[in-house]
């Protein structure tokens, strides 16, 4: 298995510009989980799937940031319109049964300018 | 709160020493326990996990962990440190209840010297 597969690698643009970010994750995971990660405040849950379904968003930190998952095998973080405090890296994982391991994605860091 | 606090920010040993890094957690019941490892520029690694059962846990790449319900520690051990086992190390945790929603403490930085 590829494992869970992000793009793009890295993303720079400027504040004020719509950012999106992709994922795909290991084919049978019905988890999927979206995270950032910041010197400042560590590694943050900002949502999560369940078979699609967004579960829990608590942690989607404004009305900037949107998340999607159309089918099982595709999601989307967007962010509109980005700031540079939304620059970090950003990490998806997937998961199988309810207390398997998350499987991580290598991230997409971010830079907005 | 449920919390995961690594008090270590960085820790730097010598190759071929022992290694110990602590973890404590704060939840209502005892959670099921994570230690992962992330080297620079890659996502996280899992190295073990404690659901239930025996208390010492054996994980990959040479670490093991041991659950202690009285200290709510979960401290990761590894008896020789290797230069390539230099990365940042997160414990983390959930609760059955919140069907496994991890949250992570602030990690751990190795240094090895060789």
């Known amino acids: 298995d590829a494992g869970v597969i992000q793009s793009p690698r890295h993303e720079v643009t400027e504040m004020g510009q719509e950012v999106t970010l992709r994922c795909k994750p290991i084919?049978?995971?019905?988890?999927l989980f979206w995270y950032r990660q910041t010197m400042m405040r560590g590694l943050e849950l900002l949502i999560y799937?369940?078979?699609?379904?967004?579960?829990?968003d608590s942690g989607m930190p404004e009305d900037r940031f949107s998340a999607k998952m159309p089918n099982a095998s595709f999601s989307t973080l967007k962010i509109q319109p980005s700031e540079p405090r939304d620059s970090a890296v950003y990490f998806c994982?997937?998961?199988?049964?309810?207390?398997?391991?998350?499987?991580f994605g290598p991230g997409t860091r971010l830079t907005v300018l | 709160a449920q919390s995961v606090t690594q008090p270590d920010i960085h820790i730097t040993v010598s190759e071929g020493a022992s290694l110990e890094l602590r973890c404590n957690y704060s939840?209502?019941?005892?959670?099921?326990l994570f230690w992962y490892v992330q080297s620079p520029g890659q996502g996280l690694q899992l190295l073990l996990k404690?659901?239930?059962?025996?208390?010492l846990v054996q994980g990959i790449k040479g670490f093991e962990a041991e659950f202690k319900r009285s200290q709510s520690s979960f401290n990761l051990r590894k008896p020789s440190v290797h230069w390539s086992d230099a990365a940042e190390y997160f414990c983390?945790?959930?609760?059955?209840?919140?069907?496994?929603?991890?949250?992570f403490g602030q990690g751990t930085t190795l240094q090895v010297k060789p």
């Open positions: 994982a997937s998961r199988g049964t309810s207390f398997d391991t998350q499987y």
């Open positions: 939840y209502g019941a005892t959670p099921y």
């Open positions: 084919s049978g995971h019905d988890y």
């Open positions: 799937f369940n078979n699609n379904v967004p579960i829990d």
């Open positions: 404690y659901f239930s059962g025996d208390t």
């Open positions: 983390a945790a959930c609760l059955y209840s919140n069907t496994g929603k991890l949250i």
